[in-house]
């Protein structure tokens, strides 16, 4: 027969930005949690964020180079100007892609080694040292150079566009200052020349600068997304225990809210039988859902046995409080399999009860035709107490594995 694991309610999502407040409930809980401190395109947004720095930085310097370009192509034409400009910028993009490429390889290298960050009761463990709680002075170094502070939230967005807009306000005092100077010359004689320069330089500044920004932007974003893909893939290579540890967390907890809502179900399914004198339609539906809970219950088992098993053979298993993992299972799964063995043991007892008086009644009828519906109800409610008995058997012996 075909089951189905019935849609629950949504639950923690693994890779939520949680706040400090939630991840210490997460720890106070389970006592280990991986803080995803940095994301790969947080480390992108890094090279971003230098670009337009560094570009603004060098607005003046290329304004006045560039009115230089002018004057050499005023006086040696359009192919001198043209030379002019591809060797400015070729000069420009090799000493800033040299500069953004050595921060670049420099901050990779920083994400790889602590981008992210276990928390367990009493420890931080990055750059695979473990440091007692108070000690937050380890994350400085990061904090400053990714504009993100330990547990709050990113100003690396914020950073970004402060610089963008640092550089258009440049850009327009720049331009401002060429028109004031175009104004002056303008009114002295003999100044077509030198307006003409002015004019030439201003058109290949705005020119230059827009190769820079918007070209500028377009490789290094791309740049910038092979790598910080690059690095992230290799974080996660050697943090593959921590990884590990984490999804087996989340995947038990998805587990026990599907196991509490699937409870919720047979408590409706048991309601309606009992209502229907347990028709055949229902105690198929009700024969899925304990298939159902059965799966469930086995996957929670079997994860719960692999999470321990993972931290007793990792680096963590002398810092990890086991109680209270032992508490946090018992929430999470044994009382979910607990709820439901009450509940089912419960119904059982009913259902034992209400053969017993089918079994007087019909003992008591001596007309066979009235005998018959008797007995096929005493039937169908056997057949009914096997299949509770078999999934209590079943959740009793995973119930001991846990224990």
Do not use: C
Request: aromatic content about 14%.
């Amino acid at each position: 027969m075909l089951t189905r694991t019935l849609p629950a309610p949504e639950t923690e999502k693994q890779n939520e930005n949680y706040t400090p407040e939630q991840v210490e409930k997460q720890v106070d809980e389970r006592g280990f949690f991986l803080y995803e401190w940095i994301s790969p395109d947080e480390l992108r947004m890094t090279l971003e964020r230098d670009y337009l720095r560094i570009v603004r930085k060098s607005s003046i310097p290329l304004a006045i180079i560039t009115a230089i370009a002018g004057f050499i192509g005023f006086a040696g034409g359009p192919i001198g100007t043209i030379v002019a400009i591809l060797f400015i910028l070729g000069i420009f993009y090799g000493i800033i892609g040299l500069i953004l490429a050595l921060q670049f390889f420099y901050r990779s290298y920083l994400y790889t080694r602590g981008a992210n960050v276990v928390i367990t009761d009493n420890h931080y463990v990055s750059w695979w040292k473990i440091t007692e709680k108070w000690n937050s002075e380890i994350f400085k170094k990061f904090e400053d150079i990714f504009d993100e502070p330990f547990l709050w939230k990113s100003k690396l967005a914020e950073k970004k566009a402060i610089a963008k807009t640092e550089l258009f306000d440049n850009l327009k005092e720049i331009a401002s200052g060429w028109w004031k100077i175009l104004q002056s010359v303008w009114r002295s004689r003999d100044s077509g020349g030198i307006v003409l320069v002015i004019l030439l330089a201003s058109f290949l500044y705005a020119a230059m600068m827009g190769l820079v920004y918007f070209i500028g932007i377009f490789f290094i974003t791309i740049f910038g997304r092979i790598f910080s893909w690059l690095a992230h893939r290799y974080l996660i290579a050697i943090n593959n225990t921590e990884h590990k540890i984490q999804n087996l967390f989340w995947e038990i907890h998805t587990t026990s809210e599907n196991l509490k809502f699937n409870q919720k179900n047979t408590i409706s399914l048991l309601t309606d039988a009992w209502r229907n004198e347990w028709t055949e339609n229902l105690s198929g539906r009700l024969s899925e859902s304990f298939e159902v809970i059965g799966k469930l219950a086995e996957t929670a088992t079997d994860k719960t046995i692999k999470l321990r098993k993972t931290i007793e053979s990792s680096s963590y298993k002398d810092i990890f409080n086991f109680n209270k993992y032992g508490s946090w299972v018992k929430t999470q799964i044994l009382e979910p399999i607990e709820s439901i063995l009450l509940l089912l043991s419960s119904n059982s007892a009913t259902l034992k009860s209400t053969i017993s008086s089918l079994e007087v009644q019909i003992s008591e009828t001596s007309d066979p035709s009235l005998q018959k519906p008797l007995i096929l109800q005493q039937e169908r409610l056997k057949m009914q107490v096997e299949s509770f008995e078999r999934v209590i058997t079943m959740l009793e012996w995973y119930r001991e594995k846990l224990k």
